[in-house]
């Protein structure tokens, strides 16, 4: 058997010698005597599997957000760990390894808290309402989990577009009134698990009208005509939404937010309801 030449072992000396001898910046004492409250990556895309109303799963690809708290002694915090933790629970984030992620992340960067954000777009398919025409529509889902040793906190929140009509306009106008696209979002803390889809449909019946992505001529028309039977402020919009989330006992904690990009002012309209 040859032996490796002592050139060959020079070369790997110096290697592992370089190594052990990089220094820590971040491992640094700071002296400012201020601890931060979340320090970590954000923008970082992933796939994700999530699980529908119809039990199956949905495949997508989500934005996300890692966090930990660095104490008041710490100069910094190591950012390859967050993506070192993520990628050892797999090459797909599932729902139910969140908290598994979230304690990994506390043990792998020695913090006391520990959060992530995921934020992704999720498919229905809808068909249009006299057509009966099958097309995906597109939301938004997010998210948010922290944890403080054992103990978590989860919020979901969706996102979902709809028309709006203005009650105002139609009472004084001669031939018609003018309405806009708005957008609600709508965060809740849940005492027992809540669809993803649930949110949706309590956001679409809330508005004039929901939207859809393919309308022929006789779809246009009726769903024209239901906004126009159904006219909302932005008030209205979180109000109804609000009364829905209220009679459910699954939902323990909101807010819900509505944004109507007006299409007669050059501003919006926005409004917010936070249960307490």
């Known amino acids: 058997m040859s032996r490796p030449s002592k050139k060959a072992v020079s070369v790997r000396t110096a290697k592992k010698s370089s190594a052990a001898h990089l220094h820590d910046k971040q491992s640094e004492r700071d002296s400012r005597d201020l601890r931060i409250d979340k320090v970590g990556v954000r923008g970082l895309r992933f796939p994700i599997q999530v699980r529908d109303k119809a039990r199956r799963v949905q495949n997508t690809v989500a934005t996300l957000g890692m966090f930990v708290d660095l104490p008041k002694e710490f100069k910094g915090t190591h ?4 993506v070192e933790v993520l990628n050892a629970h797999g090459s797909v984030i599932h729902v139910e390894n969140i908290a598994d ?8 960067l020695k913090s006391a808290t520990s959060h992530i954000e995921i934020e992704f777009p999720y498919f229905l398919s809808k068909q249009s309402p006299v057509s009966r025409l099958e097309s995906l529509m597109d939301y938004t889902a997010r998210f948010d989990a922290a944890a403080c040793g054992t103990e978590m906190d ?7 577009n709809v028309t709006t009509l203005c009650p105002c306009s139609k009472a004084i106008s001669k031939y018609g009134a003018h309405n806009q696209r708005g957008a609600v979002t709508v965060a809740i803390r849940m005492n027992r698990a809540v669809w993803i889809e649930d949110l949706i449909g309590m956001i679409e ?6 939207l859809y992505a393919l309308l022929k001529r006789q779809d246009e028309k009726a769903v024209t005509e239901r906004a126009y039977e159904n006219p909302v402020f932005v008030e209205d919009l979180v109000r109804n939404v609000a009364l829905r989330l ?6 323990r904690w909101y807010k819900v937010e509505a944004e109507n990009f007006e299409s007669i002012h050059n501003h919006n309209a926005y409004a917010c309801i936070e249960k307490a």
């Open 79 to 82: 950012m390859s760990r967050f």
């Open 246 to 251: 209220n009679a459910d006992a699954r939902v």
């Open 154 to 160: 989860f919020v979901l929140t969706v996102k979902a």
């Open 205 to 210: 019946k809330s508005a004039s009208s929901e």
């Open 101 to 108: 992620i979230l304690q990994s992340l506390q043990v792998k």
